[in-house]
């Protein structure tokens, strides 16, 4: 199938390009500012299907709007038109619009025109036509101080510059790229439409925030380095923003540097913590160091040896009764501490033991549950 986008450079179509690069059956035909007229005429006469996401939205000159959105938009309109005069080669339209489209002001009154040529179009010569109208997208790739205030806020939060916030409980409506580009390929791909009251087609999820949660979330996202504590970024708007403020760091942000506490014994380092899941960490031991050595109440531990020979020993704290196991890192065994059993951990191999530890409770050095009691 060959699909054609316009607005191929722009920060939706750089994502759509790049997920449908991933598949075998689709050749994607670029259109982007630097191409001509005819370059489009060609790239219509071959397309199977069209993606406009052109459009103007930040032009030095106003006028710009019109030439850039309705009248660009005409001219597909026109190609498309043209070539659905052939039986069979009525080629479906997906096309980016703007929640800005109500607004009353140049820019939205390009947007409604375009809307009405690619409506047109579909009614015309009865083609499938799926406008979107889309709220603030955000996701990676964008561009700051352009496509939207995430874009922003991320690129300087990201870089230590200040963030504008005029009225921190403005309400926001966001989607996120990846999920845009779902539905688009979804359509694509034969899926049936699922048009609004007013017959514009939708993308879900659509977050809801403000101006001031989305600068604390993203604030929150760059001190993680410091404290170590990660916020929720497994699903949500949490993940897509994390997601998002990730891809703003610049390739010498990739890294970073946690404390590592070292004495005779090894090291111990910190990795990453949770506000009500735990942390990660991991140590070393010399051979023939044992760690350990104590007791808890409610604390938990997993522990996985990654490298080295490792003998774990428990004794319950009122029976008495003992165990003993070997773990090697060579096969994948997790240990876990029982609350109520003191337990060490000693390095009996000849090099050196390296463990990963989970907690499941971020230590507390007021409440630390941990009470020395050497097997």
């Known amino acids: 199938m060959r699909v054609l986008i316009t607005g191929a450079n722009g920060f939706i179509g750089r994502n759509l390009r790049q997920h449908l690069a991933e598949r075998a059956d689709v050749e994607v035909l670029p259109i982007t500012r630097d191409a001509s007229d005819e370059d489009l005429a060609t790239s219509v006469s071959r397309a199977d299907f069209v993606f406009h996401l052109a459009g103007v939205n930040r032009p030095k000159d ?66 499938p036509v799926h406008v979107f109208r889309l709220p603030n997208v955000f996701g990676k790739w964008s561009r700051p101080n352009y496509n939207s205030v995430v874009a922003t806020f991320c690129h300087n939060i990201a870089r230590g510059l200040p963030v504008q916030i005029n009225d921190s409980a403005a309400p926001m409506n966001l989607v996120y790229v990846d999920d845009v580009v779902r539905r688009f390929i979804e359509l694509l791909d034969g899926a049936a439409p699922n048009p609004d009251s007013e017959g514009f087609e939708q993308v879900q999820p659509v977050y809801h925030t403000t101006v001031g949660e989305l600068a604390e979330s993203i604030r929150a996202f760059r001190d993680t380095r410091e404290t170590l504590v990660t916020e929720r970024v497994g699903r949500g708007l949490t993940r897509a923003l994390h997601s998002t403020y990730l891809s703003f760091l610049r390739p010498e942000q990739f890294s970073y540097t946690v404390p590592q506490h070292g004495d005779s014994r090894g090291v111990f380092v910190e990795m990453l913590k949770t506000p009500d899941c735990g942390q990660f960490s991991y140590f070393t031991a010399h051979p023939g160091i044992t760690r350990g050595g104590h007791y808890h109440h409610t604390k938990t531990e997993k522990f996985l040896v990654i490298k080295g020979t490792a003998r774990f020993k428990f004794r319950h704290m009122q029976t008495g009764e003992e165990y003993a196991l070997i773990t090697r890192g060579e096969k994948a065994e997790i240990v876990e501490t029982v609350p109520g059993w003191t337990h060490d951990i000693t390095n009996i191999g000849e090099s050196e033991l390296v463990c990963m530890l989970w907690a499941n409770e971020i230590f507390d050095r007021e409440n630390p549950d941990t009470y020395a009691c050497p097997l």
């Open 62 to 127: 106003p006028a710009e709007f019109h030439e850039g959105n309705a009248g660009f938009t005409g001219r597909l309109c026109e190609l498309l038109a043209q070539k659905s005069g052939d039986p069979g080669v009525g080629v479906p339209v997906v096309f980016s619009s703007s929640i800005q489209a109500v607004q009353d002001n140049p820019y939205g009154q390009s947007k409604r025109d375009a809307e009405a040529a690619v409506f047109s179009l579909g009614t015309g010569c009865s083609l």
